[in-house]
């Protein structure tokens, strides 16, 4: 299928391993990506914060600019970026009025939003789009006896109501549907639906990285190998400041964490240096020398 | 569920401590978790916590558990909040603290006028969300920053200070937003965990009220917080607009030393430079980010940063903020109507972009064709009632 994709801004910044891994796993999974490159940032919430007209407005034309490619539908990679493109589109849909204004603002581009675009973040796109049994029957190496704890955030999992959460789409059961049909463990821990901390490293830094140590911690004594993140500002929280969040919460932590597409790959076929697991700070070595077993294992 | 538990108590164990009274969601004392999710026990059906035992939020299921009316209800107290017994939580010991910590009444404007103050309904509708709170403390219960940080003020009485802050009436807007902002477990401490927002069984959306008082604290007030809250907002608006893009390497220094690029040569952004050297290094040795995107950040297509520029004269330049706020206006339930206009009628022409007033003087945004009338302190339904037509919460 065909996506208007948008990578957001982190994602070619300081975590460039998770586009770089998008950009292998895409054509295993039949996804083409048409990148919109001429997009904003989505401001994250922040630029909402400082004025929702104008965070409104840039989301306004990143949707008005996918609308404009032969996309089926949006795609992002990052949660950040789904929750604060979703706030933005419930308020655009909800109020013509409203939506003309903001139309009004993009005028001189000669770009238009209509309303009822569909921006689904890569978790979904796998579970509502592809399905889980095109899924697995894409996998190469299943992830046997690899323990994953998934590590959902804010972003993606909360307002329930904004974001289509309920009985028929439980979009906060997904990344444990995937990682079951990768044919990895799951590992439940405290963490789960909690706050990595990232939003407020430069306000509080040391509530922030107490956060993530938390979560670190319950991961690792509910026994993960590793997590796996859908939003590149949780891996910056987990694996970037891990090293100092291990100083804060006092206690020894070295848990790797995946990006999305990272596990995918895996299971897809691809090694670890090809998805850019050289870049972590947290060196993946629990995951390596799963993969090196596996393929010991085939080879033997 | 209420009943539920109450039914416990009286046929099965008499022991067991709840605290409740209206019974219909108004006096805000049942609050309790239900399979780990906050919310009224009153309004809050059987099936409806049962089907939460299955995921949807924050209780995953176990393996093999049946969901949607089959499953356990697990009936928890409250979080964040010490339990006195069973379900009763010490409300006194946080929520009440932490309300009477935002100075949770008035302060009347000077000379108090004769009669009534006279406020323009605009302005009331304004704070309307926040006052149907119901002191419940749900939201309090799941704050993921009040769990790490338990002096955080919170969603509950952030939401408060709002509604003072939204008051036209009240005389120290720019006091009560200096405090707040200055405070370290003040409006920067709450880390958009969204918890709040799912947890109010009365839809008053604390988060929301948070950035609210936020953008008025910045924008309106122009506090410059020692917590880097104002100075981070500046840096990333502004990196936006030069870069289209975030520029991580920018943002940092520029929210700890002041945004320009000369930031960075401030103290205070050496001192944290210094003291996150190891991540730096570490970031750079790996690759995670490449000298040249450190030091000269992604940009956009020139003539794309020409857009984002008019789009920012634009939409800065406008006398008011303009705001939507969902709570007030509803949601068009119409999807988009073939016939040009018919949408148009539908929406409530008043309080359908309630903007944020702009000073603490009262400049209200005039309609000279309609005198204001409404009484100085409206009741949330009455106004509602008065100001919109589908009503979401």
Known sequence: MRVAYWPGCVSRGFTPELHGSMAKVAPLLDIELIELDRAACCGAGVIAEHNQELADTLNARTFALAQKTDGELMMNICSTCQGAQSECQERLDANTEYRQLINGNLADEGLVYERGLTNKNLLWLLVEEIGLDALKAKVKRPLTDLKVGPFYGCYIVRPVDRLGVDDEHPRDRYMHMVIEALGGTVIDYAGVYKCCGFPIITMNKHASLSMAGRHLGDAIDADADCLVVPCPLCHLNLDLQQPSA???VGRELGLPVLHLPQLLGLALGLQPKELGMGKHVVKPTSVMDWSASVVAGAAA | MLDAILKVRDEVDGSVGIRCSCQQAICGSCGVRMNGKPGLACNTHLEEAAARAHGVGWNPPEEGEVSNGGGVIEVEPMGNIPVIKDLIVDMDAVHWKKIQRVTPFLINKLPVPEREYVVPHQNMVDVTQTMACIQCGACVSDCLSMEIDPLFVGPAALSKAYRFVGDPRDADH?????????DPHGIYDCTHCFNCIDACPKGVDPMSQIMRLRRKAGNDEKIVDRNNGH?????????????????EAELLPRSYGGNSWFGKFHPAAGKELLSSIGTVVTGVLRGKVSPKTAMFGHKLPKSDLGQLKDIYTKVEGREERVELNLYVTGYEDEPEPDKEGAGDRETPAEPSMPSGEPEAPVTPPSRPDQPDKSPTFPGPGEDQSS??????A
């Not at chain 2, 100001?387 to 979401?392: G, P």
């Open chain 1, 246 to 248: 291990s100083r804060v």
């Open chain 2, 174 to 182: 720019a006091g009560r937003l200096k405090d707040l902002s200055e």
């Open chain 2, 231 to 247: 100075r981070h907002e500046d840096a990333f608006v502004t990196l936006v607009r030069d870069y289209g893009l975030l520029n």
């Open chain 2, 387 to 392: 100001s919109s037509e589908s009503e979401s």
